[in-house]
């Protein structure tokens, strides 16, 4: 940034003013030298318009800004004398999109100014009024930066998410605006996949029905039915990534022997590939969806494929509602296609089908793949790292973008 | 003519009588009263006792549920036996000494549960450390819309797990739960010099230093409520205690209050002390997942169990080794 201005160019309603070609928006991103020429010009036009509000990051520049009378409304995102660097983060604009982690909020609320998008009943307006001031965006999997919220917030430089999954940022806007991203790998994978493994069990051996029935007082009256075993079951994985290969070594030690389907086969494994979907549909007893959402595995698991796994088949999504067709997946199980489900993720969280609660072959849980205290801990620390890593110039963490 | 080879048939087919009956029997027992005559006193109005005296004085072999109590009364009805056939690894139900005074030799059903078991016991672990049924229970009242994020549960990886008795099942539960990143140890009568788990003398320094104790132990005079208060403290407030031993391994008293308390963390529970009550107490906690003694219940072990169930009547009734003796010790 050194060197450089960016003037922000508001009306009394905090609304940006558009002027001139390179200010459509307000916003104008110029040399120091350039800067004091603009801001000569703005001056003498200030004189016949109401007043505006300039804000500039360079301390110098504001200086100037603040000794001219005409200007009422004067604000600055630095201040003299030079900050320290807590005090500089201090008044770093940090929108959370909503709630995630109070370990999280709190310590962004300590260390930057925590703007909380979701306590806003008038989003766009609140947007606008704060855009000055946000530099970054913290998401999750319920909700990330998309377009709008990135072109309503012209100063966004990072967008960390509270996740490892992408699909609620618009990653190809980032790129082209130069808005860095970061996500959370590496330090919820072995969560992930204990709780597919939980869910296999939980299905396969109807662990939770099981709990019921003792709950219930049934057990004085007859013994549970037969369930069916899980050791030695056919694992299918849809992507073989980081969580994908801990799915595969847990079940390994389970005599499952491991199959899985990926756009590409990959080298240093004994699993066996399948190429197609289907293919590996069939050929699977359970079949876990591990890979990333993105346009082209939208609805992967479709009518086709469930008929593929069958009725004895048992399907495992712990990575996005959108990953399955779900009234597809309804159907299959609510007539018997289908031979149960273990679901973490829905394509409407936190809505998911009613159809689906009195069946005891399907196992539903909210979303909680990471959901332990350790990996939600970890993975704050990380959003925290990245966050404080990039508004001190130091290498991001964990970059995507 | 057929009709005569069929009566034949019938008369050759050897006799067993069958006490409790074992819930293999309710899936398998056509099958099995097809290969064998099967004295089944539960469909006679006489008590056992009579049952056996009018029936059963020259039948030579049993079939036994793992729950029914072969005592030193019920044999002395059976003066013919030479051999009890029990559908339960655990063999704590009948009066070994007693069956070995009068050459009774008892077979069981050895290994083959084992995988079963190990993953239950690794199915009830998840369960309460990520709170699934609890979670499933959520969703499936409508909650999640209304009341929001579910609390967080606990991580397994890098947890100390605490293996109370390395047996057949202990060793497969060991392999599972080293997969998740767990580090192993366990307590048992003797070191076992094939394995390099950690091994502990004393139950309750491997409490103490487990985040996570599973039983796997037989059920003996020795091990008889060996999981008392000591030990649950030495657990402690984060612990989890997983049971798919025998109830009566664990003080179930002691147990409930441990866990009402908050002294440990959470339990899975496959058996209990007086099957199949269970106490109301644990009704109430969420950090507790039950399950109603079924362990070994899937299609593939009865399965199993069917087979080597036969297979050892019929190795006995054509003197050849029993499949799965269980041995003195």
Known sequence: MVGVAKLVVMDPKGRLVSGGSSAKTGIMQKSIKESTKMLATLVRRAKSQPPITLTCNLLHISQLISTHPLHHNFSTTTRAPPPSAAAKMEAVGVLMMCPMNNYLEQELDKRFKLFRYWTQPKQREFLAQHAEAIRAVVGNATAGASAEVIDA???LEIVSSFSVGLDKIDLIKCKEKGIRVTNTPDVLTEDVADLAIGLMLAVLRRICECDKYVRSGAWKFGDFKLTTKFSGKRVGIIGLG??????????EAFDC???????????????KYYGNLIELASNCDILVVACALTPETTHIVNREVIDALGPKGVLINIGRGPHVDEPELVSALVEGRLGGAGLDVFEKEPEVPEQLFGLDNVVLLPHVGSGTIE??????????GNLEAHFANKPLLTPVV | MAEGLQITKIQQSPEIIVLGPPSVFRTHGKELSSRFRSLRPWESPLPLAQFLAAQAQNTQAALCSGTFSLSAAVLDNLPSLRLVVTTSAGVNHIDLSECRRRGIAVANAATIFSADVADLAVGLLLDVLRKISAGNRYVKNGF???????????KLGGKQVGIVGLGSIGL????????????ISYYSRNKKPSVSYVFYPHLRKLAATSDILVVCCALTEQTHHMIDRGVLLALGKEGVIVNIARGAVVDEKELVACLQQG????????????EPHVPKELFELENVVLSPHFGVFTEESFGDLYELMCGNLEAFFSNKPLLSLVSEE
């Open chain 1, 257 to 271: 022997p491991i199959s899985y389907y990926s756009r590409s086969e990959k080298p240093n494994t004994n699993y």
């Open chain 2, 263 to 274: 002294e440990i963390g959470g339990a899975g529970l496959d058996v209990f002390e007086n």
């Open chain 1, 242 to 251: 980081r969580i994908g290969l801990a799915i595969a070594k847990r079940a």
């Open chain 2, 144 to 154: 999640w819309p209304k009341q929001g994020a579910y609390p967080l549960g606990f």
């Open chain 1, 375 to 384: 990996t939600r801990k970890a993975m704050a620390d990380l959003v925290l």
């Open chain 2, 172 to 183: 497969e539960i060991a392999k599972r739960l080293e997969a998740f990143g767990c580090a």
């Open chain 1, 153 to 155: 917030l012209p100063k």
